[in-house]
């Protein structure tokens, strides 16, 4: 399955985004999706996951309560709404897809497949 992220850029601390992921390829339904970020010098981390249902989901404490992941199944698509944003938030991020079960997985080896990455810049 190929991913294409979209929607990253520029908005100020306390603003929202949305973030897109497209997937094309072999059926998407078939696949656990997660959202993850690195900032620069720093390691991948989990933002925020989601079966292949669209059944459960799972996020870092960091985004709890902030961020809110849903799929289209229809439309191949995976989102991130992205509320409160702080600088802290300022971060690549990178959609993938793993295999399907029953919850999900927060740890970036069990997804097989990567998007290339959409930049969001929060400032202060």
């Known amino acids: 399955v190929q991913l294409q992220a979209s929607g990253g850029g520029l908005v100020q601390a306390g603003g929202s985004l949305r973030l897109s992921c497209a997937a094309s390829g072999q059926a998407f339904s078939m696949y656990n999706m997660g959202w993850f970020r690195q900032a620069p010098g720093k390691q991948r981390d989990f933002v925020a996951g989601i079966t292949w249902s669209g059944g459960p989901t799972d996020y870092a404490d960091s985004v709890k309560g902030r961020f809110t992941i849903s799929r289209d199944n229809t439309k191949n698509a995976v989102y991130l709404q992205m509320d409160s944003l702080k600088p802290e938030d300022t971060a690549v991020y990178y959609c993938?897809?793993?295999?399907?079960?029953?919850?999900?997985?927060?740890?970036?080896?069990?997804?097989?497949?990567w998007g290339q990455g959409t930049l969001v810049t929060v400032s202060s």
């Open positions: 993938a897809a793993g295999a399907a079960t029953y919850r999900v997985i927060p740890h970036s080896y069990d997804y097989r497949y």
